[in-house]
């Protein structure tokens, strides 16, 4: 799962690290996947593509990202809208503040120094422009 043991790894980072000349404390950093965009329901509809992917993926289905689209239009099965809940209960996917303040929230309980964010999306102008409502949100642009 997603983010699972996260704070034990990061714990037993912190407690078994050994300072360098280069690295004098530890830096504790995690990788995350978000999705940004202008409106909420334009976020949601992007994340579709990830969302049909973790499901297929939990079955053992391997391949590419699909269309939004597509799903959209096939739904998913009551069992998988349960499972998608889920997901989108932990997800980091909304308008750029909604997004920067989870990140922030979740960097702030984990006392991180660094905090690393992948966005998959189907269409690659769906990435580059999350990233760069990121990157305005954070102050990075």
């Known amino acids: 799962m997603d ?3 996260v704070e034990q790894a990061l714990e037993l980072y912190r407690r078994l690290y ?8 530890p830096q504790a950093t995690i990788c995350v ?3 940004a965009a202008e ?7 992007h994340a579709l593509s990830r969302e049909r992917w973790r499901l297929d993926r939990q079955r053992g ?16 099965t009551p069992d998988e809208a349960s499972a998608v809940q889920a997901l989108r209960a932990r997800a980091f996917v909304g ?4 997004v920067g303040a989870k990140l922030r929230a979740l960097a702030a ?22 990233y760069a409502l990121l990157a305005r949100e954070f102050s990075l642009a």
Do not use: C, K, M
């Open 3 to 5: 983010g699972q043991g």
């Open 18 to 25: 050994r300072p360098s000349g280069h690295h004098p404390r």
């Open 33 to 35: 996947w978000a999705l």
């Open 39 to 45: 409106r909420d329901e334009d976020a949601v509809h």
């Open 61 to 76: 289905v391997l391949g590419p990202l699909q269309p939004p689209a597509q799903i959209a239009e096939r739904g998913f």
């Open 95 to 98: 308008n750029p503040a909604a």
């Open 109 to 130: 309980s984990l006392a991180l120094d660094e905090l690393v964010v992948n966005t998959w999306a189907h269409d690659p102008a769906v990435r580059r422009q999350s």
